[in-house]
T-cell receptor, first 115, second 110 residues
Framework: GAGVSQSPSNKVTEKGKDVELRCDPI?????LYWYRQRLGQGLEFLIY????????KSGLPSDRFSAERTGESVSTLTIQRTQQEDSAVYLC?????????????FGDGTRLSIL | GQQVMQIPQYQHVQEGEDFTTYCNSS?????IQWYKQRPGGHPVFLIQ?????EVKKQKRLTFQFGEAKKNSSLHITATQTTDVGTYVC??????????FGSGTRLSIRP
């Protein structure tokens, strides 16, 4: 597609369940980023991929969060044993390469609500 | 650690008035990017500044990068209702780490 695609767009689940969020970056973009945005708050960096490798996992809030990327394309962010504080919009972005001179292109996000 | 602060957090202006948001970094930046996020939408890239003291314009929007490359500003002249949204700066350090500011939410009275 022309842009970054994320699915599902909305996810409501019960506390304690696992969730998997998907991101399809722009074709040819080697860098992929995951962010969390709580209501009324700014972007919180979670993790980035260069190709299929994740050199920087420093933003992952806990060991309940994990992410992978395959084929230098699709990425999934998995949250295990969800907690209410995980409720947020999870945004994915991609850029042509990793680096400060590349604009990031964002998807529409997945709105996650934990009951 | 590196921080990027944005002020003000909110700004409510009368249509036609000017608007400015400021972005300040605790460390020197290699470059800075500005994004706009409409209500309910995702951030959209506006511009990038790289050089010390750089000034760039996009129609009614003027972007500046400070001489010390630690601060930046976005100024909108004669705001219109289409300018509503949150303006977010993103600073890149020499270590290629990106830090997003918390954004300035602009609302406009018609």
């Amino acid at each position: 597609g022309a842009g970054v695609s994320q699915s599902p767009s909305n996810k409501v689940t019960e506390k304690g369940k696992d969730v998997e969020l998907r991101c399809d970056p722009i074709s040819g973009h080697t860098a992929l980023y995951w962010y969390r945005q709580r209501l009324g708050q700014g972007l919180e960096f979670l993790i980035y991929f260069q190709g299929n490798s994740a050199p920087d996992k420093s933003g992952l809030p806990s060991d309940r969060f994990s992410a992978e990327r395959t084929g230098e394309s699709v990425s999934t962010l998995t949250i295990q044993r969800t907690q209410q504080e995980d409720s947020a919009v999870y945004l994915c972005a991609s850029s042509l390469v990793r680096g400060g001179n590349q604009p990031q292109h964002f998807g529409d996000g997945t709105r996650l609500s934990i009951l | 650690g590196q921080q990027v602060m944005q002020i003000p957090q909110y700004q409510h202006v009368q249509e036609g008035e000017d608007f400015t948001t400021y972005c300040n970094s605790s460390t020197t930046l290699s470059n800075i990017q500005w994004y706009k996020q409409r209500p309910g939408g995702h951030p959209v890239f506006l511009i990038q500044l790289v050089k010390s003291g750089e000034v760039k314009k996009q129609k009614r929007l003027t972007f500046q990068f400070g001489e010390a490359k630690k601060n930046s500003s976005l100024h909108i002249t004669a705001t219109q209702t289409t300018d509503v949204g949150t303006y977010v700066c993103a600073g890149y350090s020499s270590a290629s780490k990106i830090i997003f500011g918390s954004g300035t939410r602009l609302s406009i009275r018609p």
